[in-house]
């Protein structure tokens, strides 16, 4: 069983910047799609990013784009979120997600209920 542990979250000012990390431990496997979602209150959890196995297929939603960054190191079993220029629309609790599936099925939102989830970090911006 794979374990997601996020870190990186915290407190910034609007134009500000954050980086999140996605530790996976247990039976990992780097042939996992990995990626990121977000829940802000009263919302539903939304996806943001999503990176394939290799890194080389990469997605993010539209309010993202250009602004966030996602990364992975294998040899780490680590994904990366770098977050720039945030906007207090990004406020939210941000969750890791691994899936055997495609970085194009969680870009979708496929099947999330068969994913594996981290137990989330707050991200808070003021304006």
């Known amino acids: 069983q794979v374990q997601l542990v996020e870190s990186g979250g915290g407190l910034v000012q609007a134009g500000g910047s954050l980086r999140l990390s996605c530790a996976a431990s247990?039976?990992?496997?780097?042939?996992?799609?990995m990626g990121w979602f977000r829940q802000a209150p009263g919302k539903e959890r939304e996806f943001v990013a999503a990176?394939?196995?290799?890194?080389?297929?990469?997605y993010y939603t539209d309010s993202v784009e250009g602004r966030f960054t996602i990364s992975r190191d294998n040899a780490k079993n680590t994904m990366y979120l770098q977050m720039n220029s945030l906007k207090p629309e990004d406020m939210a609790v941000y969750y890791c997600?691994?899936?055997?599936?495609?970085?194009?099925?969680?870009?979708?939102?496929?099947?999330?209920?068969?994913?594996?989830w981290g137990h989330g970090t707050q991200v808070a911006v003021s304006s």
């Open positions: 990176i394939s196995w290799d890194g080389g297929t990469l």
């Open positions: 997600a691994a899936t055997g599936a495609t970085a194009y099925a969680m870009a979708q939102a496929m099947a999330l209920r068969t994913y594996t």
């Open positions: 247990g039976r990992t496997s780097s042939r996992s799609t």
